[in-house]
Nanobody, 132 residues
Framework: QVQLVESGGGLAQPGGALRLACVASGFTFEYYALAWFRQAPGKEREGVACITNNFDTYYGDSVKGRFTISRDNARNTVYLQMNGLKPDDTAVYYC??????????????????????????WGQGTQVSVSS
């Protein structure tokens, strides 16, 4: 069973930085794509970033150039480095994992589909608050 535990959330000033981490267990980590999503009060869930089993990365438009996703397969951990934080970044951040799947030899998770697929597992979330 996929298990994911996030950490690293907290308070930050506008323009500040935080690094989130998500530790995984219960599955073969290197076969999975990992993603970060967020949800703020009154808003729909939003895709933040994704990293595939081949280390390709995808980002939501609102965080491009500010956030960086990375993974350490030896530690079963995915990270989200958040720089240049804005008040609109305030949300609960969740990590998610999905095993790489193929249709006629082509991966089904890509830059166009990663925000809409049904992820196999989700973490409990960590709160990020940005205000002055």
């Amino acid at each position: 069973q996929v298990q994911l535990v996030e950490s690293g959330g907290g308070l930050a000033q506008p323009g500040g930085a935080l690094r989130l981490a998500c530790v995984a267990s219960g599955f073969t980590f290197e076969y999975y794509a990992l993603a970060w999503f967020r949800q703020a009060p009154g808003k729909e869930r939003e895709g933040v970033a994704c990293i595939t089993n081949n280390f390709d990365t995808y980002y939501g438009d609102s965080v491009k150039g500010r956030f960086t996703i990375s993974r350490d397969n030896a530690r079963n951990t995915v990270y989200l480095q958040m720089n240049g934080l804005k008040p609109d970044d305030t949300a609960v951040y969740y990590c998610a994992a999905d095993r790489v799947k193929y249709s006629f030899g082509v991966a089904t998770l890509n830059d166009k589909t990663w925000t809409s697929i049904d992820y196999e597992g989700w973490g409990q979330g960590t709160q990020v608050s940005v205000s002055s």
